[in-house]
């Protein structure tokens, strides 16, 4: 079973909206990753966030992660038609994993110029 | 850095042929993994090598599935023989494994169709 499952499936907003997504997971984790992936090209990383940490920005971007309830949200501000991709969650369970990832279904973003 | 390299980019085979995808991951990454990305099925982790070492391929689904990494900056996916049910992106992805932030850095993909 996937251990990130992200919400809503698919996502469609105008440009200059802001694009929430979810990802909640079920086991405890060392971190959390967001990853974009543009149709036909291979995963980026966008952003890590770590278990001990609440909230995170970088650029457009903000993540926030709650551990008490397994689940994190990536926030697009200010949305681009160039941010139209897939956005995943990946969580790192930690110990001796040696980084591997459990990624999640995505959120099929679609930003309209 | 020229980042993670695959190839070939594309293949087309048919059924019952051997196919053998290449990743050269990106110098100084001590960690290397294989997915498969399939619209049914996402994004699944194949086996993953840490310092040349296969660590976990739980994920390989079967025996006609065999990967090495004979070397830091090398590592190869086979399928033999292939099945139409191969047919997927399957990426190659490489990572610093600092022990804490480990994030991935993902080849472009081969995309291989089994005809």
Redesign the interface.
Do not use: P
């Given at each position: 079973s996937?251990q990130g499952e992200e919400d809503p499936q698919a996502l469609s907003i105008q440009e200059g909206e802001n694009a929430t997504m979810n990802c909640s997971y079920k086991t405890s984790i060392?971190?959390l990753?967001w990853y974009r992936q543009n149709s036909g090209?291979?995963?980026?990383?966008l952003i890590?966030i770590?278990s001990n940490e609440r909230e995170k920005h970088s650029g457009r971007l903000r993540v926030t992660l709650d551990t008490s309830k397994k689940s994190s949200s990536l926030l697009i501000t200010a949305s681009r038609a160039a941010d139209t991709a897939s956005y995943?969650c990946?969580t790192?369970a930690?110990g001796t994993s040696?980084?591997?990832?459990?990624?999640?279904?995505?959120t099929i973003l679609t930003v309209h110029p | 850095d020229a980042g993670v390299i695959q190839s070939p980019r594309h293949e087309v085979t048919e059924m019952g042929q051997e196919v053998t995808l290449r990743c050269k991951p990106i110098s100084g990454h001590n960690s290397l993994f294989w997915y498969r990305q399939t619209m049914m099925r996402g994004l699944e982790l194949l086996i993953y090598f840490n310092n040349n070492v296969p660590i976990d391929d739980s994920g390989m689904p079967e025996d006609r599935f065999s990967a090495k990494m004979p070397n830091a900056s090398f590592s190869t996916l086979k399928i033999q023989p292939s099945e139409p049910r191969d047919s997927a992106v399957y990426f190659c992805a490489s990572s610093p494994f600092r022990g804490s932030d480990n994030e991935q850095f993902f080849g472009p993909g081969t995309r291989l169709t089994v005809l």
């Open positions: 996937q060392n971190n990753q090209r291979g995963l980026v990383h890590l770590r995943f990946a790192d930690g040696y980084g591997k990832l459990t990624f999640g279904q995505g | -």
